[in-house]
């Protein structure tokens, strides 16, 4: 097939283009990123490999296309939607490709509203390693995946096997029929709680055989059945997990009586690796096997990447942007230093306004009179989103509370102001140079000491 991807440079979008490609497919996109960016390293990467670009105005879309795939990012009123049209060339929207594609494997759903990046690229990893040689499909980059071709968000391989993260946020999480499916946990994100346990239910009922789920969040109880699959840490399940150690950047426990070693930190994390070994154990493989090579994943870009430390200075960044995910990274954090500056920035006026009272306590519930939290301004990728609301509504609520919360409008006054900080953790969704905010702090947290 000829298949052309306008708004590749998404991550599930950018997953589908290198599948495919390494499928055998024809592959030619676009995205307003590489337009504005001529440089843009993803850019350089499809290029590499094969996989033409061209600009995101129509020209570069003809009748020879046998299919036209849109993120959902891309409005119906684009050149390129009203080109496929004037040309007859079928259209789908990338939810719905997806859901196409998984018909045709033994498809591992990966879901939750938290940890699907993380678990989703654990379990591809894992799966590899051990010799089923699974197809993979992502949103998180998996260090270990990644290769001057490869960003490190797909796997095409040559199992029936095909490993998806399984995203609620669009609502066509229902539209699957997997294989199997893992459920992680729930709490409030892109839909109200009840709304997404609908979502999850379906994809219960429409997976073929196992479920894996999570004892231990009560918000997935009713969804479960008498033939679910659970883990947990603190409650009674099939896979639970004992003897539980938490170190600063790493975490053992047992299953089984099998010992584990994960190079990753948090309880959220332990939760990923044991839903994993759930997996793999009900799919036939040895739990001392799983704990052979569990230890060798370095984990997913932006999840708790590490820029700085050197004993006295530390620099993270991660992706943690919900509720859920703030409260799970903040308290991984609090049991390696007692004096923290996170800085966080909001990811869309809507989804900040669903979660308002929810930020404004986690913030509250996990900052120490010690820690300061800087708020920059609402990430907006474009869109007619209502701007009704702003991060200066979040550091309100926040203060009132009694905690440290401020709004800083510009990231050169972080690098500029001095304090008595030497940790910084920088967090977001999806805005790319939240990292390169880490990188700079990370090179100047000893100079900014001294300003």
Known sequence: MKIFFSGMAGSGMSAIAGFMSDSGHIVIGSDRAFDTNPSHPLKNTFRSRGIAVVPQDGSGMDSAFDLAVFSTAVEP???????AGSLGIPTKTRPEYLADITASFKTIA?????????????????????????????????????SPANPGNYLAGNSDYLVIEACESDGTIVNYRPEHSLILNLSLDHHAVYETAEMFDTLVKNTRSKVILNADDPNLRGIRNRDTITFSTDTPSHY?????????????????????????????????????IAMLAELGIPLRSVARVLPEFQGIDRRFDIYLDDGEHLVIDDYAHNPHKISSLMRAVKKIKKKVCYIFQPHGFGPTRLMKDEYIRAFSDNLRDSDRLILLPIYFAGGTASRDISSHDLAEGITARGKNAEVVKKRSDILKSGNEFTVYVVFGARDETLADLAKQIAGSVPGMNKS
């Open 110 to 146: 990966v879901s939750g509203t938290s940890g699907k990046s993380t678990v989703s690229g654990m379990l591809a990893f894992l799966m590899n390693r051990l010799g089923l040689d699974p197809n993979f499909i992502g949103g998180g980059r998996v260090r270990q995946f990644r």
């Open 240 to 276: 639970k997990a004992d003897n539980v150690v938490y170190r600063p950047f790493a975490s053992e426990f047992s299953v089984h009586g099998t010992g584990f070693s994960l190079s990753l930190p948090g309880k959220y994390n332990v939760y990923n690796a044991l839903s994993c």
């Open 77 to 83: 009123d684009h050149p390129e939607f009203l080109k």
